[in-house]
C-alpha cells in the first residue's frame, strides 16, 4: 500500500523524499493515499457539483459509518475543533454564527482538563473561545471538573493524546457535562486505527467527534471528519465553507470530500489484524538489527496506549557509552536518504513507528540505526 516511489515535482525542486519511521505526522506528510483514494480524487475532479448536497451527502455517510446522527467532512481534526467549539457557542443561528469570534453575550468557555493541553487547543480558541484549564487544583478531579462548569461553559473539551490522559473517563465526564446541560467536544485526531474507536466515543455519549482524516485513515492530509448531534454538526456546516462563518478559512473541496470518503471505505474494509501484524514483524527486523548491542534495551511494545501500534524501542541503559540519544536521532536524519525516527516519551529512548515505513524500508532503518549506535560519539 505504501509506495514511496518519489515524486517528479519533489525531485525538480530538490526537496528529498525520506524514510518516516516516525508515525502519521503532519510534519512528515502525513500518510501515503492508498490508490483507491487517488483514484476518488481524480475522478472528482472534472465535475461541478451543488457543494451543499455533496456535503450533505458525504456528512450522511460519515454519520452512517461512526454511528453519529450526522456528520460532516473538515479541513483537518483542527478544523473539527475550531467548528465543534463555534457550534457550541451559535448553535444553528445565522446572526450569531455571523458574530463570531465575538462572543459577546454568549457563553464562551471551553473546559479543558490541564494534561490535555495540546498544540492544537489553539483552535478553540480561534473559534474566539476562552480555554478553562482545569484538574491542577485542590479536591478531586471530578470535583475540580465541576468547579471548571459555570454558567460561560460552552463545551467540555475532552482529549485522546498519547501521554496526555485524564483519570475522569470520557463516559463519567459526559455524565458530569450533561449533568450542568454542557456538551462534550472530542479531539480523537490520533485514534483511527483501530476502526471500533470511530464509534467508541459517540457510543460513550459525546455530542461531537473529531478525528483526523489524512494520519491513520490515509485519506488528503488536509481532511478530517467531525460528527456528532444533528443540531450541532449543522451549525458546524453552517459556520464554514461555502458560507462566510468563522470556518471560512478552513474549506475542503470536492475532491477531498471524494478522497475522504474512499479512504472510510476503505478503512473500515482493511483487516486490521494482518495490518497489525506487518507492522509487528517491520519492528521485529528492526529490534533485531540493534537487540544484540550491549548496554542497550531492545522492545517492542504493543500494548502500551502511548505508543501507536507496535513500536521497535530502543532505551539506553546505565552504563552505555556509546553515541547519545540525540546524537543518532540527527545523524540518522542527516544521512541520505534521511531517515525521521523519534525520541522520548518515558525518557530519552528511541522509537521507531512502523506505520509510515515503505515496504522493505525497515531493512534500511535496522542497518541504519545500528551503525549510528555503534558509531564513535
Ligand atoms: C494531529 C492532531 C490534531 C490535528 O489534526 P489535523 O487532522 O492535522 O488537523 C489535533 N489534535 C491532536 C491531538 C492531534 O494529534
Given at each position: 500500500m505504501n509506495s514511496g516511489t518519489g515524486s517528479a515535482i519533489f525531485d525538480s525542486l530538490g526537496v528529498r523524499r525520506i524514510i518516516n519511521g516516525r508515525g502519521w505526522i503532519t510534519a512528515l506528510g502525513g500518510s501515503i493515499m492508498p490508490p483507491e483514494v487517488c483514484e476518488a480524487m481524480a475522478e472528482a475532479v472534472n465535475t461541478y457539483v451543488d457543494f451543499d448536497e455533496l456535503n450533505l451527502a458525504a456528512g450522511r455517510k460519515i454519520a452512517g459509518y461512526t454511528g453519529a446522527e450526522a456528520g460532516l467532512a473538515v479541513a483537518g481534526a483542527a478544523a473539527g475543533l475550531l467548528l465543534q467549539t463555534a457550534a457550541c457557542m451559535t448553535g444553528d443561528d445565522p446572526a450569531l454564527i455571523d458574530q463570531l469570534?465575538?462572543?459577546?453575550g454568549l457563553r464562551d468557555e471551553v473546559a479543558l482538563y490541564y494534561l490535555h493541553q495540546t498544540n492544537y487547543d489553539r483552535c478553540y480558541r480561534a473559534a474566539g473561545a476562552k480555554l478553562v484549564i482545569w484538574g491542577e487544583g485542590d479536591g478531586s478531579a471530578e470535583e475540580q471538573l465541576e468547579e471548571a462548569i459555570?454558567?460561560?461553559?460552552?463545551a467540555l473539551a475532552y482529549v485522546f493524546h498519547p501521554w496526555n490522559s485524564c483519570p475522569i473517563p470520557l463516559e463519567r465526564a459526559v455524565e458530569i457535562a450533561h449533568g450542568r446541560g454542557v456538551p462534550v467536544i472530542v479531539d480523537a485526531a490520533v485514534m483511527l486505527p483501530p476502526a471500533s474507536n470511530l464509534t467508541a466515543y459517540i457510543d460513550a455519549g459525546a455530542d461531537m467527534v473529531a478525528f483526523s482524516g489524512g494520519k491513520g485513515l490515509r485519506g488528503p492530509q488536509s481532511t478530517g471528519i467531525l460528527c456528532g448531534r444533528a443540531d450541532l454538526i449543522e451549525a458546524a456546516r453552517l459556520s464554514t465553507s461555502p458560507y462566510k462563518g468563522v470556518g471560512r478559512a478552513a474549506k475542503v473541496c470536492k475532491e477531498e470530500i471524494a478522497g475522504l470518503l474512499a479512504a472510510l471505505d476503505l478503512f473500515v474494509r482493511t483487516d486490521h489484524e494482518a495490518e497489525w501484524a506487518v507492522w509487528r514483524s517491520r519492528s521485529a527486523a528492526i529490534a533485531s538489527a540493534v537487540g544484540?548491542?550491549?548496554g542497550l534495551e531492545v522492545r517492542i511494545e504493543e500494548?502500551?496506549?502511548?505508543?501507536?501500534?507496535?513500536q521497535a524501542v530502543v532505551y539506553f541503559r546505565d552504563?552505555?557509552?556509546?553515541?547519545?540519544s540525540s546524537a543518532v536521532l540527527e545523524r540518522l536524519a542527516s544521512r541520505e536518504p534521511s531517515i525521521r525516527i523519534g525520541q522520548g516519551g518515558y525518557g530519552d529512548e528511541l522509537f521507531i513507528s512502523p506505520?509510515?515505513?515503505?515496504?522493505?524500508?525497515e531493512e534500511a532503518v535496522g542497518r541504519a540505526l545500528r551503525e549510528e549506535l555503534l558509531a564513535a560519539e
Open positions: 469570534p465575538d462572543c459577546s459555570g454558567e460561560s461553559t460552552a544484540d548491542i550491549p500494548d502500551d496506549p502511548n505508543r501507536q501500534g507496535p552504563g552505555w557509552a556509546g553515541a547519545s506505520v509510515t515505513l515503505c515496504e522493505g524500508e
